[in-house]
């Protein structure tokens, strides 16, 4: 009976939402944190290019560090900034009091990220930082916090209401650190000339890696490439064609200048004309499509399709460099 009694007081369970309640929701919480965004935009001042300042002028690391919401913030920003050339290492708070404070070097500069500007956790690195005269600089909600007393710069969010419906969670005003840290990665980014080239480095596997391959990274060179001079019998060059696996040959000058090509389809078309006693400069196509070999292999892929052709020469400063099939570009996972 007892237990019938329990079940039978339990509250019930609040109705659910409707679909359109969900969306209001969502709509909400985005405009919030939109127009968060765009106070804090509207808010950056001399202060964060000092910021910019100390981060480019240190010769260490950049130790990013945040106690809960912050810390997972400060978790991603301390990726983005590795990622885009400045090297950086998150540190937990709470760690770095048990020995973590090793981590950080002559040198550093310090990211650190408290709502409040109160966290507890942090004072152990940043009396590290006053210590060993590292540079600190703080984003916070609160000016006039300790964190602000105390650090070399700081950036302070303006005011703007949290999302959630209690406005007690860290919504916008996390959403404002992420794009905080993403702006000082940017800038940092540009000041120092950050190439995409410098990027594929740390990028090398999956998608992105994929997307930055050039293609002087996949494509054929040297004694694969099929060549022939002008005045060559198609004899001769068949079997270089062949030997090559290319389904092409360019048929060049002197100076190795491409002056055309000679493909499956013009052998198709030269079939009735003794083909074999033929020179490659009578059965070639001239003033073929060419690429150069800093392109972006997904840009030799669209010419490919556009042009409905399997095979590119690759050019550069006017003569033939390499050669890219639409093959090479499938093995390496550009599509």
Same mark, same amino acid.
């Given at each position: 009976?007892? *237990?019938?009694?329990?079940?039978?007081?339990?509250? =019930? *369970?609040?109705?659910?939402?409707?679909?359109?309640?969900?969306?209001?929701?969502?709509?909400?919480?985005?405009?919030?944190?939109?127009?968060?965004?765009?106070?804090?935009?509207?808010?950056?001042?001399?202060?964060?290019?000092? =910021?910019?300042?100390?981060?480019? =002028?240190?010769?260490? $690391?950049?130790?990013?560090?945040?106690?809960?919401?912050?810390?997972?913030?400060?978790?991603?920003?301390?990726?983005?900034?590795?990622?885009?050339?400045?090297?950086?290492?998150?540190?937990?708070?709470?760690?770095?009091?048990?020995?973590?404070?090793?981590?950080?070097?002559?040198?550093?500069?310090?990211?650190?990220?408290?709502?409040?500007?109160?966290?507890?956790?942090?004072?152990?690195?940043?009396?590290?930082?006053?210590?060993? *005269?590292?540079?600190?600089?703080?984003?916070?909600? $609160?000016?006039?916090?300790?964190?602000?007393?105390?650090?070399?710069?700081?950036?302070?969010?303006?005011?703007?209401?949290?999302?959630?419906?209690?406005? %007690?969670?860290?919504?916008?005003?996390?959403?404002?650190? %992420?794009?905080?840290?993403?702006?000082?990665?940017?800038?940092?980014?540009?000041?120092?000339?950050?190439?995409?080239?410098?990027?594929?480095?740390?990028?090398?596997?999956?998608?992105?890696?994929?997307?930055?391959?050039?293609?002087?990274?996949? %494509?054929?060179?040297?004694?694969?490439?099929?060549?022939?001079?002008?005045?060559?019998?198609?004899?001769?060059?068949?079997?270089?064609?062949?030997?090559?696996?290319?389904?092409?040959?360019?048929?060049?000058?002197?100076?190795?200048?491409?002056?055309?090509?000679?493909?499956?389809?013009?052998?198709?078309?030269?079939?009735?004309?003794?083909?074999?006693?033929?020179?490659?400069?009578?059965?070639?196509?001239?003033?073929?499509?060419?690429?150069?070999?800093?392109?972006?292999?997904?840009?030799?892929?669209?010419?490919?399709?556009? %042009?409905?052709?399997?095979?590119?020469?690759?050019?550069?400063?006017?003569?033939?460099?390499?050669?890219?099939?639409?093959?090479?570009?499938?093995?390496?996972?550009?599509?």
């Amino acid at each position: 009976m007892a *237990k019938e009694n329990k079940a039978a007081e339990a509250p =019930a *369970k609040p109705e659910r939402q409707s679909a359109s309640a969900d969306l209001a929701t969502a709509r909400r919480v985005l405009g919030l944190e939109a127009d968060g965004l765009a106070a804090l935009a509207s808010s950056l001042d001399g202060d964060f290019t000092k =910021a910019i300042d100390l981060f480019d =002028a240190a010769a260490g $690391r950049i130790i990013v560090t945040g106690m809960g919401k912050s810390g997972h913030v400060a978790h991603k920003v301390a990726s983005t900034l590795s990622s885009t050339g400045r090297p950086a290492l998150f540190v937990h708070p709470a760690e770095a009091s048990h020995g973590d404070l090793g981590m950080l070097e002559e040198g550093d500069a310090v990211l650190a990220y408290s709502n409040s500007g109160e966290t507890p956790e942090l004072s152990d690195i940043i009396a590290y930082t006053r210590r060993f *005269k590292l540079a600190l600089v703080a984003v916070t909600s $609160r000016a006039g916090s300790t964190i602000t007393s105390q650090a070399d710069v700081s950036i302070v969010l303006p005011a703007a209401e949290e999302a959630c419906a209690i406005g %007690m969670a860290p919504t916008t005003s996390t959403t404002m650190m %992420m794009a905080l840290g993403d702006a000082i990665a940017v800038a940092l980014m540009e000041r120092r000339g950050f190439t995409a080239d410098d990027f594929k480095q740390r990028h090398p596997g999956g998608k992105l890696g994929k997307l930055l391959l050039k293609v002087s990274d996949i %494509m054929h060179t040297g004694n694969d490439l099929p060549l022939a001079s002008p005045d060559e019998t198609m004899a001769n060059a068949l079997v270089t064609m062949t030997q090559k696996s290319l389904g092409v040959i360019g048929v060049v000058d002197g100076s190795r200048r491409l002056l055309g090509i000679v493909t499956d389809g013009d052998l198709r078309r030269h079939m009735a004309d003794n083909l074999l006693r033929l020179s490659a400069a009578e059965v070639m196509t001239a003033n073929p499509k060419t690429i150069r070999s800093t392109a972006l292999a997904s840009e030799a892929v669209q010419v490919m399709n556009e %042009m409905q052709i399997t095979s590119l020469f690759v050019v550069d400063d006017g003569k033939v460099s390499g050669a890219l099939h639409i093959h090479d570009c499938l093995r390496a996972g550009v599509v």
